[in-house]
């Protein structure tokens, strides 16, 4: 089955730059999109299409693609930005939707 | 703004069926987007079930598809989840999203969620 890996900590200075990576072979294919999800809440989605961001999310979250890697990049991160991502897309057959393992992050 | 709410039993048997219900309001379940459910087991990470579009065409995870019931009623505007024969590890947070259809389908709105033991 079809696997998106991602590391399981990133810890990140306050005002620093975080960056998770999420790689699948078939990235090259498929975009990914990322979720933040808080402890005891739903997930919300922060970066979609690889690179777009929704409406009401801050500008310092950015998500850019290359080959077989997908990268969500939090500049200057803040306390608040504290909180498990996860990277999610779809196989070559786009039936098939799959999350990484999520990436704790900790500021 | 769209507001999904899951609902249904917070404790279900082994070997019985786990059923879900997750009510829209603010969209139509009818109307262009697809609808899903993700869960996920306690200290653990999110894991796709399943999803079924406005087609009615449903897709489920290779892991539990043949366990896996999803259908959309139109006339409550909802959507609901049965799988069939569960297990301890079964427990789980279960949400319930929307999904637009994108360069690569995403779910772009999500129920709050709502946990569920197996255990007899």
């Known amino acids: 089955s079809y696997e998106l890996t991602q590391p399981p900590s990133v810890s990140v200075s306050p005002g620093q730059t975080a960056r998770i990576t999420c790689s699948g072979d078939?990235?090259?294919?498929?975009?990914a999109s990322w979720y933040q999800q808080k402890s005891g809440q739903a997930p919300v989605l922060v970066i979609y299409d690889d690179t777009k961001r929704p409406s009401g999310i801050p500008e310092r979250f950015s998500g850019s693609s290359s080959g077989t890697m997908a990268t969500l990049t939090i500049s200057g991160a803040q306390a608040e930005d504290a909180a498990d991502y996860y990277c999610?897309?779809?196989?070559?057959?786009?039936?098939?939707?799959?999350f990484g393992g999520g990436t704790k992050v900790t500021v | 703004q769209v507001h999904l709410q899951e609902s249904g039993p917070g404790l279900t048997k082994p070997s019985e069926t786990l059923s879900l219900a997750c009510a829209v309001s603010g969209a139509s379940v009818s109307n262009g987007y697809f609808w899903g459910w993700v869960r996920q087991p306690p200290g653990k990470g999110l894991e796709w079930i399943g999803s079924l579009y406005h087609t009615g065409t449903t897709y489920s995870n290779p892991s539990l598809k043949s366990r896996v019931t999803i259908s959309i009623d139109t006339s409550k505007n909802q959507f609901s989840l049965k799988l069939k024969s569960v297990t301890a590890a079964d427990t789980a947070v279960y949400f319930c999203?929307?999904?637009?259809?994108?360069?690569?389908?995403?779910?772009?709105?999500w129920g709050p969620g709502t946990l569920v033991t197996v255990s007899s």
């Open positions: 999203a929307r999904g637009a259809a994108s360069g690569t389908d995403y779910f772009d709105s």
């Open positions: 999610y897309s779809t196989d070559s057959t786009g039936d098939h939707l799959v």
């Open positions: 078939d990235l090259p294919k498929k975009h």
